[in-house]
């Protein structure tokens, strides 16, 4: 396929030849993409297969993993705009020669754009600080202050995220998990070797948040298997917007740290990822939770929670 010309028409032709092929290459379609995105990061998928030999179809390798991140990372570039180091740029402008995209988007980067980027980015700066001041601020000055979004919980709603939370924190991380991929792919692609939570932490940062970390002594934590003999060492349970994504054990803090950022980052490497409500455990009882999953179907059920951002004083004081 490497090297054909000819654009939609011959990658539809070459497909209807070969429909096991089609079938395979199917399954890497993001459910965000549109149909035009598609076809064109399709087109670059099936012209770079022969530059990885080892990539072979229905079988998972890391060498297929960096294809597909490099595919992301070109479509990126070409639908969205983003801009990546030079070395990445390079690469892909040379994998994605050839390929015709009918109608491409046409990204500027003006005096005036550059002027309008400022003024949001100190509006949203503004409102960050705002928001920091509020979370530091005492019981009597959050009653006295309008907050944005999150109206007073009635006392009979249920303890826990609200329903809508899914949806609003969904945005952030569909350019998280893009973040992910081209720094993944700048690593050369997801190995035990690299330093996970410096990768974490540098994606989410880019984005403009921040990782929550909470470390808990082994010892402390209730529930454990009975027949558990490990009791010293850390874990460490990973959130952003409240929302958790991984935990990690270790001998201390860096290393549980260390764990969690990998565990987190495991989530990222399939098609999407998905803000979801689910019941887990938080101090011996069942709550429910803001969970960042893949699309992978879990044998068991998730970690205890080390941290409950929506807990109440029944919640804390254990009582019923």
Not at 54 to 72: C, E, F, I, N, Y
Not at 129 to 145: F, I, Q, Y
Not at 212 to 235: S, Y
Not at 257 to 271: D, P, T
Request: charged residues 25%.
């Amino acid at each position: 396929m490497a090297g054909e010309s000819g654009g939609e028409d011959v990658v539809a032709e070459y497909l209807g030849q070969n429909p096991q092929l089609a079938q395979w290459v199917e399954t890497f379609r993001s459910y965000c993409e549109s149909n035009k995105q598609w076809v064109a990061r399709r087109e670059f998928i099936l012209r770079n297969m022969e530059a990885f030999p080892t990539v072979k179809p229905g079988v998972s390798s890391s060498s297929l993993d960096r294809l597909l991140s490099l595919s992301m990372v070109w479509a990126n570039h070409v639908f969205l705009g983003c801009s990546y180091p030079q070395a990445v740029m390079d690469k892909i402008k040379e994998m994605g020669e050839g390929i015709k995209v009918q109608d491409p988007p046409v990204h500027k980067t003006t005096k005036d754009e550059f002027t309008a980027r400022g003024k949001r980015s100190a509006s949203a700066e503004l409102e960050d600080d705002t928001c920091v001041k509020r979370a530091k601020a005492g019981p009597n000055e959050l009653d006295s202050r309008p907050t944005l979004r999150t109206a007073a919980r009635p006392a009979s709603q249920k303890l826990g995220p609200p329903p809508q939370a899914p949806a609003e924190h969904q945005p952030f991380f569909n350019r998280l998990y893009k973040a992910v991929a081209w720094k993944l792919v700048s690593a050369g692609g997801f190995g035990p070797n690299l330093d996970h939570f410096e990768i974490l932490r540098s994606c989410v940062e880019s984005c403009k948040q921040t990782l929550t970390c909470v470390f808990v002594p082994l010892k402390d934590i209730t529930g454990l298997p009975a027949g558990r003999t490990q009791k010293e060492g850390h874990v460490c349970e990973i959130r952003c917007q409240t929302v958790f994504m991984g935990t990690g054990y270790g001998r201390d803090e860096a290393a549980a740290r260390a764990m969690a950022s990998k565990e987190a980052l495991k989530v990222f490497q399939g098609r999407k990822v998905t803000v979801k409500i689910c019941r887990r455990r938080y101090k011996g009882k069942d709550v429910d939770d803001l969970m960042l999953l893949d699309e992978q179907p879990r044998s068991q059920g998730f970690p205890p929670a080390l941290s409950y951002p929506f807990q109440d004083e029944q919640l804390e004081d254990g009582s019923s």
